[in-house]
């Protein structure tokens, strides 16, 4: 029996280890320091310095103070591994002016049911443990001591059962975020304290006293570029667990490994870099508007030899209409650099979220046409198709005797170009190829399908030239879901891809837009030489657009 329990407890820290990276087996609801919107998720598994309010109650309450309008999100995460164990949370946001920001939440992880069967006999169930789940309920508060500076708290209940013990914690939060002006340009500081609270004592004769999940976290985030339509910013965080067990090892409470538990840092310690690439919202007239967000990152332990060193990437749109807005959004991990040690996923790492917002112009009997943002001077709108032209690893690659092969194809795209001056625009794309893919092994035919790949992707468009004023550059980022036709494991997967693109806007009608283009795409993804390092893939194309041009 003690060795069932020795066996159970290992396959349990190793699920923790692959899905949560910042919690060892010791700590309790270590779910609830789970990134819960694409935002963070996709900019690096963190969110202390977070300029956005979803998420605040994971890791820094005092972010509620970026609260504007009521907002309800759904944020979910399914599966992992070859298991089914997905996390749910609900949250809802409220801003009261001058009194503060509130937000409450509820979250849940559901294990499932899980049985021992005989090897021989997998049919006689001599064991069914009960339905494990875990739930949480937040509830924050936050509000600004000055201008600049904020300050928030929140307090979680804990509760679920496990094979041998229900469990309960009570945890509390703290966190300040503080912008200044550093070299002429708005930087934010973030700071907090998650998840105080006493160790979690089991009755049980074979579990052990749980730590709570206590992080320290901290961050830096500035916009390396911001105009009146798009902000770029980059920051840079890191997180300290607090999960030192005693000398039985049993876990103990936050205020005693808040001062024990630093003999292992840095080596403990969290490190997420993220980039996004943010619209700020279009005005498109009669009470509506649009905008998309991309994010990358990284999350990595302090040592790089750990199985944890996650590349991360996210994308959201939103559209609003007489200020209510609809937003729906993807995040997931594209590449992990130790992941030849890893189990092999059924489905990608990947999490969606929803939310929907309303000002209180929405709920006025007499409320007018209410848009937020620029307004474009106008909107082409295209469809196009190029001839995709790809050198070196993405069209050849051998290994082991097997020549991996993809024939050049062709790629078709929707477009739309949102035109906020002569000069600028903002670009939002979708493109679909069906990609050859063929695989010999010296004169035998192992593989020859085809990859159904979708990409959408948003582009900073400029027009540098007054002489050639149809001329224009552009560049930006997308991300690409790849299904494979065959079976395959993961069943689909998704990768980034950096995008640069010169075209020529040739009116041939009145508003019939003509544009030849010549681009660039670096896509990024796992070698097929070692599953631990990330190739870029290098294609060309050149293509036509036939359009229409919408003055609004």
């Not at 030239?465 to 550059?473: G, K, M, V």
Request: proline residues 5%; negative net charge; glycine residues 8%.
């Amino acid at each position: 029996m003690k060795a069932f329990f020795i066996c159970f407890a290992g396959f349990l820290l190793l699920i923790n280890t692959e899905l949560k990276p910042q919690a060892p087996f010791i700590e309790s609801f270590n779910f609830v320091n789970y990134p819960h919107s694409v935002r963070n998720f996709g900019m690096g598994m963190q969110g202390v310095v977070s300029t956005d309010n979803l998420d605040a109650l994971t890791y820094n309450p005092a972010n509620l103070v970026f609260t504007e309008d009521p907002q309800f999100s759904f944020f979910h995460q399914g599966y992992q591994m070859r298991l089914s164990m997905p996390i749910n949370d609900y949250s809802f946001y409220y801003n009261a002016g001058t009194i503060g920001s509130f937000a409450i939440s509820y979250t849940y992880w559901d294990w499932g049911k899980d049985a021992v069967t005989p090897v021989d006999d997998p049919d006689i169930c001599n064991c069914i443990f009960p339905h494990q789940i875990y739930r949480s309920i937040a509830a924050g508060y936050a509000n600004k001591l000055s201008e600049n500076l904020s300050i928030g708290a929140d307090l979680r209940f804990g509760f679920g059962s496990d094979i041998s013990v229900d469990s309960k914690a009570y945890l509390f939060s703290i966190g300040i975020n503080d912008k200044f002006l550093l070299l002429n340009r708005n930087w934010v500081f973030g700071f907090s304290i998650m998840n105080l609270g006493s160790a979690q004592r089991n009755s049980s004769y074979y579990s052990l006293d749980l730590t709570p999940p206590t992080l320290l976290s901290a961050g830096l985030t500035v916009p390396v570029f911001e105009d009146n339509f798009l902000s770029v910013p980059v920051s840079l965080s890191f997180s300290k667990p607090f999960d030192k067990p005693d000398d039985d090892g049993n876990g103990q409470s936050s205020f005693e490994t808040l001062f024990t538990d630093w003999a292992d840092f840095p080596n403990d310690a969290s490190f997420s870099p993220g980039l996004a690439f943010e619209w700020k919202p279009v005005n498109l007239g009669e009470g509506f508007s649009i905008s998309q967000k991309y994010y990358l990152g990284n999350y990595s332990l302090g040592v790089k030899s750990e199985l944890i060193d996650y590349y991360t990437h996210g994308a959201e749109i939103s559209i609003g209409y007489n200020g209510v807005k609809l937003s729906a959004g993807y995040a997931g991990v594209w590449f992990n650099l130790h992941k030849s040690r890893y189990f092999n996923w059924r489905f990608p790492y990947e999490t969606f979220q929803f939310s929907i917002s309303a000002n209180e112009n929405f709920f006025r009997a007499n409320n007018q046409s209410l848009s937020e943002g620029s307004k474009p001077a106008n909107v082409i709108v295209s469809a196009g198709v190029s001839q995709l032209l790809k050198v070196g690893k993405a069209k050849y690659q051998t290994l082991d005797y097997t020549d991996i092969k993809s024939d050049n194809n062709p790629e078709f795209s929707l477009e739309s170009a949102f035109y906020l001056n002569t000069n600028t625009a903002l670009v939002a794309f979708v493109s679909y190829n069906s990609m050859p893919l063929k695989a010999d092994y010296l004169t035998y035919n192992l593989v020859d399908e085809k990859f159904e790949t979708f990409t959408a992707g948003s582009l900073f468009r400029y027009h540098p030239f007054e002489n050639l004023s149809s001329l224009f550059f552009q560049a930006g980022i997308g991300i690409s879901r790849v299904n494979p036709v065959l079976p395959s494991s993961p069943r689909y997967y998704y990768i980034p891809a950096f995008i640069a693109a010169a075209g020529y806007n040739i009116e041939i009608n009145d508003g019939i837009i003509l544009t030849p283009t010549v681009g660039y795409n670096l896509s990024l993804k796992d070698s097929y030489v070692n599953a631990s390092i990330s190739d870029g893939e290098n294609q060309f194309n050149i293509g036509i657009k036939l359009g229409y041009k919408i003055s609004l």
